[in-house]
Structure formats: C-alpha cells, structure tokens
C-alpha cells in the first residue's frame, strides 16, 4: 500500500503529499465518483470521517430501527450520527457532560445519555445494538459494554493503541464483543458515497484559507471546531 499522505512514492522515494499535490496519478480502479449534488467543499472528510464511521454501522447491520449510540461527538462522532440518522436508527450521543447535547439534538439524534450521571447509565443498561466509540485517547471501555443489549457490538473507531483494562463480565453475560474498524475500501467509499449523495450527509465545516493553517491547527488543540476544518485550495494562489 502507498499512502496518499505521508507515504513513499515508489517511483520518486518522495513523501507522498495527500491534498496537498499540486497532481496524482492513479489507476482508474482507486478514482471515486462523487454525486453531483453534494458540495465539493464539503466532501473531503467523508473520505475520512465518513467511511470511518460508515462502515462499522454498515458492517453490523444498523438499519431502520436499530439503537446506535455514538461515544464523542468530534470529527468522527459527528459523522457517526448523521449516517446512523440516515440509517434510519434511534441514535443517542454519549458525552461526558451535557455541553454538546444542543449540537447532537441539530445533527438529528433523538437522545443524549451523559456517562457521567449514574443514575442515567443505570436506566441505560442493554439499551443499545451497536455503540461506535469514537474516543480518541485511552479509556475505559467498561462504563459502555453494559449499554450493549445480548449480541450488541461496541465498535472502537477512534484510539489507535492501549485502552484501559478490560472487565469482561458484561461481555460473558451478555454475548456481547468489543471489536474495532479502519477506514475502509474503494468499494464501500463509493457506496458511501453514493449512499451520502441519495440522503444528502455532508460533514459540518469550516472553510479558512491556507493563511490560517497555523491558528486553525491551534484551534482544533483546543478542540474549538465543529466540527472539520476544510482548506480553500484556490487561496494558494492568492
């Protein structure tokens, strides 16, 4: 595999520059289609964003019906929860306090359970089929198995490394599994992005001009974006 982004060019030994090159070339079997109405500024992180959470909610089946909870609501998590909506699934936000439940009521979910409240986790246990955790740093897994319902999947789609030490009794009880999702293929990309394009699901951003790279990449430390940056390429120029 060569990465379009920081990857070696296996003609020039360069790193590869994503976005960024000025031109690419590729065989036709990795070029993607994008529906001609969704917005072209805004269809970036669907390659990203998108297909990271699309395919753990295609992959497990979530249809019309299923009870999806999205744990985070950044980057990932806001896609997360406009393609489960599309989905047709009952969708909650997880969230540590109640500072983003105004947003995830806008971005269509139904509910919002905060994991920090023990009384509304309690009322919450084996209320979910499928949970897409979209966590991005080490933490405990064990506060959301006891959400799964029997044969429910907690799908972890945001750490890349160690998590907290596993309690495997709500796994045990319940027929319930812990498994994780990357990206995802050329097939499913464009089947998401067909699938985006027939429901209108684009990601939420913010346009700036290469100028503000440095104050953006400051801002998105801080987590002061909602929820994706995009750059306008033709301000190179300017």
């Not at 003609?11 to 079997?29: A, D, L």
């Not at 799964?148 to 799908?155: E, P, S, V």
């Not at 009880?173 to 394009?197: H, K, N, P, Y």
Request: proline share 3%.
């Amino acid at each position: 595999m060569v990465g379009t982004y920081a990857g070696k060019d296996r003609e020039t030994g360069e790193m590869t520059q994503g976005g960024y090159s000025k031109s690419v070339v590729v065989r036709e079997e990795f070029v993607l289609s994008i529906p001609e109405n969704l917005d072209l500024s805004r269809v970036a992180p669907l390659l990203c964003a998108g297909i990271t959470t699309y395919s753990p909610l295609h992959k497990w089946g979530v249809k019309k019906g299923s009870r999806v909870a999205v744990v985070g609501l950044g980057g990932l998590g806001h896609m997360a929860v406009k393609n489960a909506v599309a989905m047709g699934a009952i969708v909650t936000v997880v969230g540590r306090s109640e500072s983003k439940k105004e947003d995830a009521v806008k971005l269509g979910a139904q509910h919002y359970l905060v994991s920090t409240n023990d009384d509304e986790m309690k009322k919450s246990l084996s209320a979910f089929d499928v949970i897409i955790d979209t966590v991005p740093v080490k933490h405990d897994l064990s506060i959301y198995t006891p959400l799964l319902d029997i044969d429910g999947a907690l799908i972890i789609v945001g750490q890349v490394g160690p998590v907290d030490e596993l309690n495997t009794v709500p796994l045990l009880m319940g027929r319930r599994q812990v498994a994780g999702s990357l990206i995802g293929g050329i097939a499913e990309t464009q089947q998401m992005l067909d699938f985006c394009g027939e429901n209108n699901v684009l990601p939420e951003c913010e346009m700036i001009n290469i100028d503000e790279i440095n104050s953006a990449y400051e801002r998105m430390e801080k987590s002061d974006v909602r929820y994706r940056f995009g750059i306008d390429m033709e301000s190179l120029s300017a």
